[in-house]
């Protein structure tokens, strides 16, 4: 039997989100529905909206979350109803050249849930991320679910759904960073202080936090950086490179997602340093530099995609480090909100109130 439940829907380009009832199918084969426990905000719903991702419209916001594996349809062996699970967008397929290459955490053909979440009308939902978890029910792949520890509270485990996992991962995975590196994070939201407290897990040494949010910047300390530069009174490749011998630093992450400051990564870093761009870009950005300075300044110059992530192996892992007290997901919490707030929420994290706002669901 298909359930009806409250979903957050995105019906137009830069229109308001609405609250709008939406029809969950009964799972098919390979597919779980997930009773949805909490819901982070991330900056890639706000993209959704703006239609800064694509055009296909009305979607259905939503995909940092936890929840409780509700039913699961035929053949399903992964996880089974009443599992404490957080969603993913990376359930590896097994069998595309990525995965078959041993490098499954580029899956090219990642699994959704084959059927579609409707409107009442029968209009199909495109679920942000193929997740779509402002709604208290969701159908995703069952291979979405990753079964996590349940003494982590869901507004925290749900984190590391989409932003926090990203901007660990682009520290610790894409990044590579190593005991006694130095790195610089450019954009202090839930993603940008991530990676830096992936930068301090992984032994990083000087951790710089740019930002142009002097209330975002003194977040970045409590979670590792040990100098912060406000780059809207500063330039901050001179910043970055003073507080690293004069050098620039090993690793810089890009967690904005525009030119301007992808420019200040690239030029912040030290010679054979690497870039890692996590922050997402729309369409129409472009990027101008000398062809020379690709060359002579050597090294890497990386996308991060999900932090590349294999979600088996690092939400179980994360969320033993949070729980050993090794790992505060706990402080990227600002507020947790009802699932009718997620307007308000997009408005707070653009007036850079919030790192996180995390829909709770039944608050
Ligand atoms: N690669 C991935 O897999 C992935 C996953 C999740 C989110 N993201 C992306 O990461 C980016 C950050 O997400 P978030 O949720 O942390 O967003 P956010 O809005 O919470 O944070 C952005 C931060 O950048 C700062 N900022 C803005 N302009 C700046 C500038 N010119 N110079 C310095 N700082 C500036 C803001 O003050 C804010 O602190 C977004 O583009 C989001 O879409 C990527
Ligand atoms: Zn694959
Ligand atoms: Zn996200």
């Known amino acids: 039997m298909s359930v009806q439940v409250q979903g957050v829907v995105a019906r137009g380009k830069g229109l308001p989100v609405s609250l709008e009832t939406i029809v969950v199918p009964d799972p098919g084969p390979g597919e779980a529905r997930v009773k949805v426990q909490a819901c982070g905000v991330c900056h890639t719903d706000l993209h959704y909206r703006e239609g800064a991702i694509n055009?296909?419209?009305?979607?259905?916001?939503?995909?940092?979350?936890?929840?409780?594996?509700?039913?699961?349809?035929?053949?399903?062996?992964?996880?089974?109803?009443?599992?404490?699970?957080?969603?993913?967008?990376?359930?590896?397929?097994?069998?595309?050249?990525?995965?078959?290459?041993?490098?499954?955490?580029?899956?090219?053909?990642?699994?959704?849930?084959?059927?579609?979440?409707?409107?009442?009308?029968?209009?199909?939902?495109?679920?942000?991320?193929?997740?779509?978890?402002?709604?208290?029910?969701?159908?995703?792949?069952?291979?979405?679910?990753?079964?996590?520890?349940?003494?982590?509270?869901?507004?925290?485990?749900?984190?590391?759904?989409c932003g926090v996992m990203a901007g660990l991962g682009a520290a610790i995975n894409t990044g590579n960073v190593s005991r006694g590196d130095t790195v610089a994070v450019i954009g202090c939201g839930g993603v940008g202080d991530a990676a830096i407290a992936g930068a301090r897990l992984a032994g990083a040494g000087t951790i710089v936090a740019v930002d142009i949010d002097d209330r975002k910047l003194e977040k970045a300390v409590h979670f590792g950086a040990t100098h912060t530069v406000n780059s809207r009174n500063v330039d901050a490749v001179e910043a970055i490179r003073e507080v690293t011998g004069g050098f620039g630093a090993d690793v810089v992450i890009e967690a904005i997602g525009r030119p301007e400051t992808y420019e200040q990564a690239f030029y912040a870093r030290d010679l054979a340093g690497t870039v890692v761009l996590v922050g997402v870009p729309s369409p129409e950005m472009k990027l101008e530099l000398p062809l020379i300075d690709f060359f002579g300044r050597g090294g890497a110059l990386k996308s991060s995609w999900y932090g590349d992530c294999l979600p088996s192996r690092d939400f179980p892992m994360l969320i033993d480090l949070y729980l050993q007290g090794r790992l505060p997901l706990q402080d990227f919490v600002s507020e947790t909100i009802a699932i009718g707030d997620v307007e308000a929420a997009f408005e707070k994290m653009h007036h850079g109130e919030v790192l996180r706002s995390v829909v709770v669901f039944g608050s």
């Not at 916001?61 to 936890?66: D, K, R």
């Open 55 to 161: 055009d296909e419209f009305p979607f259905l916001l939503g995909h940092e979350a936890a929840g409780v594996v509700e039913s699961v349809g035929p053949g399903v062996t992964e996880v089974a109803v009443g599992d404490y699970v957080v969603l993913n967008w990376r359930a590896v397929c097994g069998t595309c050249r990525a995965c078959l290459r041993g490098r499954p955490q580029y899956c090219f053909s990642t699994f959704n849930a084959t059927q579609k979440m409707t409107l009442l009308d029968g209009t199909e939902l495109s679920p942000a991320l193929g997740i779509g978890a402002f709604a208290e029910m969701t159908l995703v792949a069952a291979g979405q679910c990753t079964k996590v520890d349940p003494a982590a509270p869901p507004e925290v485990a749900g984190l590391l759904g």
